[in-house]
């Protein structure tokens, strides 16, 4: 049972250039968000999906971009990796909505030079 | 829109002393309102939630958690901690909204709670 599947654990970018951060889940859930962790600053929603096909801004939209093709894959993009995007992602998901009990995965760490 | 605010960043114990840890909320109405736990280096693992009812929630591992509506309040308790229960707390509330699915949650900045022999 893999639940939440992040990848990759580690990555270094220079600025300017794009990425995708891989999310996949194996529970058939409705819900799959992203957020990034900061110091001091708790962790903070990027984008969600409440279905495929649907996807909405979070508190701190700008400069990633999210699609949801299947129910399993919630990918997100850098889109021209800054320095401030700097943090540790996290993906989680849930049966249906943000309000229920999330599963996350383990985190990327994104260090942009 | 929701805030939460957990006033210590970090907290310091004896194993087998009592716990509280602070949490407060700012939601016009009664939110959603968890606690979650992350260990080093993993993500974060839900300890209880309130959505309605009883305000005294009991959650895993042993926590439990009072809501007050009056206080604005959501404070996160256990009789006697274990070294095992070193790691950072956060508190997040999620608003209810009219289209059922949207909700976001809002987490706080968390506290990091160490356990001294």
């Known amino acids: 049972n893999a639940g939440v599947t992040q990848t990759p654990k580690f990555q270094v970018l220079k600025t300017g250039q794009s990425m995708t951060l891989q999310c996949a889940q194996d529970?058939?859930?409705?819900?799959m968000s992203w957020y990034r962790q900061d110091p001091g600053m708790g962790l903070r929603l990027i984008h969600y999906?409440?279905?495929?096909?649907?996807?909405d801004q979070g508190e701190v939209p700008n400069g990633y971009n999210v699609s949801r093709s299947t129910t399993e894959d919630f990918p997100l993009r850098l889109l021209s990796a800054a320095p401030s995007q700097t943090s540790v992602y996290f993906c989680?998901?849930?049966?249906?909505?943000?309000?229920?009990?999330?599963?996350f995965g383990s985190g990327t760490q994104l260090s942009v030079l | 829109a929701q805030s939460v605010t957990q006033p210590d960043i970090h907290i310091t114990v004896s194993e087998g002393a009592s716990l509280e840890l602070r949490c407060n909320y700012s939601y016009g109405a009664t939110p959603y309102l968890f606690w979650y736990v992350q260990s080093p280096g993993q993500g974060l693992q839900l300890l209880l939630k309130?959505?309605?009812?009883?305000?005294l929630v009991q959650g895993i591992k042993g926590f439990e958690a009072e809501f007050k509506r009056s206080q604005s309040s959501f404070n996160l308790r256990k009789p006697s901690v274990h070294w095992s229960d070193a790691a950072e707390y956060f508190c997040a509330v999620g608003a209810r909204v009219s289209n059922f699915g949207n909700e976001k949650l809002t987490f706080g900045t968390g506290t990091r709670l160490t356990i001294i022999p």
């Open positions: 989680a998901s849930s049966y249906r909505t943000g309000a229920e009990k999330l599963f």
């Open positions: 309130y959505f309605s009812g009883d305000t």
């Open positions: 999906s409440v279905g495929a096909g649907i996807t």
């Open positions: 529970m058939n859930h409705e819900y």
